[in-house]
């Protein structure tokens, strides 16, 4: 177990007071979530030779374990084979593998997009169920963000009674505040109609496109209004991010919100319960003797 010494653990659970918009873009599984940030740094490097599960490795981002990395492309694939009707049943461990199930299942979709039987949609990520169906699952850098954004609006609003620079933002959520599961798991799947279809949110986007400004419409899948989920974060004894800096944190976010389409838009503002957890101890997690 983590040494109780050194760190603290609190069970933060959000309740949706609006509804949540999902945030996996689906312009391209394989593009978006893997190769477009590949793709740039193998072209600086010239390496566009190298194999495709090197590529993926080589480039994952650096505040995502390659544990987390294949996990959430797993969920993203998860979401979209709900969507053609196709489950996966023995879903790969293996990134250059899961590249290729996820542009396969792309292509599918494409097809079905081109029928007109579906529209385009910013969706959440899911996994099985084990009942033969799939349920909704966030990761759970969404909550750190969450909080680390509020301390950045703190600051920069003059407000120091938690960091006082942004910098001690950066430095104190990358090292001081960490969840200790990869995901949550909210109690309730996203909002469909009588028949079973996704009922989405549709909201007007602003973009720049060769120098003109133009709209376009997104549409997202949403998490109904009560939904909870949440997640424990384990928080360096020491660190300023104490009980009450967390409850301050919290309570600012539930303007902020979670998901797509938050501050401007309402959408994702929660209530929240915070528990400090006197004995907790991490599964998996075994420090041994003579060790700290």
């Given at each position: 177990?983590?040494?109780?010494?050194?760190?603290?653990?609190y069970?933060?659970t959000?309740?949706l007071l609006?509804?949540?918009?999902?945030?996996?873009s689906?312009?391209?599984i394989?593009?978006?979530?893997?190769?477009?940030?590949?793709?740039?740094?193998?072209?600086?490097?010239?390496?566009?030779?190298?194999?495709?599960?090197?590529?993926?490795?080589?480039?994952?981002?650096?505040e995502?374990?390659?544990?987390?990395?294949?996990?959430?492309?797993q969920?993203?694939?998860?979401?979209?084979s709900?969507?053609?009707?196709?489950?996966?049943?023995?879903?790969?461990?293996?990134?250059?593998?899961?590249?290729?199930?996820?542009?396969e299942i792309?292509?599918?979709y494409?097809e079905?997009?081109?029928?007109?039987?579906?529209?385009?949609?910013?969706?959440?990520?899911?996994?099985?169920d084990?009942?033969?169906?799939?349920?909704?699952k966030?990761?759970?850098?969404?909550?750190?963000?969450?909080l680390?954004?509020?301390?950045?609006?703190m600051?920069?609003?003059?407000?120091?009674?938690?960091?006082?620079?942004?910098?001690?933002v950066?430095?104190?959520?990358?090292l001081?505040?960490?969840?200790?599961?990869?995901?949550?798991?909210?109690?309730?799947?996203?909002?469909r109609?009588?028949?079973?279809?996704?009922?989405?949110?549709?909201?007007?986007?602003?973009?720049n496109?060769?120098?003109?400004?133009?709209?376009a419409?997104?549409?997202s899948?949403?998490?109904p209004?009560?939904?909870?989920?949440?997640?424990?974060?384990?928080?360096?004894?020491?660190?300023p991010?104490?009980?009450?800096?967390?409850?301050?944190?919290?309570?600012?976010?539930r303007?902020?919100?979670?998901?797509?389409?938050?501050?401007s838009?309402?959408?994702?503002?929660?209530?929240?319960?915070?528990?400090?957890?006197?004995?907790?101890t991490?599964?998996?997690?075994?420090?041994?003797?003579g060790f700290?």
């Amino acid at each position: 177990m983590a040494h109780p010494k050194f760190f603290k653990y609190y069970k933060v659970t959000y309740k949706l007071l609006t509804e949540m918009l999902g945030t996996c873009s689906e312009a391209s599984i394989w593009n978006v979530h893997v190769i477009k940030k590949a793709m740039k740094q193998i072209k600086k490097a010239n390496q566009l030779t190298g194999k495709l599960n090197k590529i993926a490795e080589q480039f994952i981002g650096d505040e995502i374990s390659p544990e987390k990395h294949i996990a959430e492309l797993q969920g993203i694939i998860n979401a979209f084979s709900e969507l053609i009707g196709e489950h996966v049943k023995d879903m790969p461990n293996d990134v250059a593998k899961l590249l290729g199930l996820a542009e396969e299942i792309e292509n599918k979709y494409r097809e079905i997009l081109k029928s007109g039987e579906e529209s385009p949609a910013t969706v959440f990520m899911r996994e099985p169920d084990g009942n033969g169906g799939t349920r909704v699952k966030i990761g759970s850098h969404m909550a750190l963000g969450n909080l680390k954004k509020n301390a950045s609006v703190m600051v920069n609003n003059g407000d120091k009674s938690i960091l006082n620079t942004k910098v001690s933002v950066g430095e104190v959520f990358a090292l001081d505040v960490k969840p200790i599961d990869q995901f949550m798991y909210p109690d309730q799947d996203i909002i469909r109609d009588e028949n079973g279809k996704r009922v989405l949110c549709e909201r007007p986007v602003r973009f720049n496109r060769m120098g003109k400004d133009e709209t376009a419409i997104s549409q997202s899948e949403q998490l109904p209004i009560g939904t909870e989920f949440g997640c424990i974060l384990r928080v360096r004894a020491e660190s300023p991010i104490t009980k009450d800096a967390l409850i301050k944190l919290l309570t600012m976010g539930r303007s902020n919100g979670l998901g797509a389409w938050r501050s401007s838009g309402g959408k994702g503002q929660y209530c929240f319960k915070l528990e400090e957890l006197e004995d907790f101890t991490e599964d998996g997690v075994v420090i041994p003797e003579g060790f700290m």
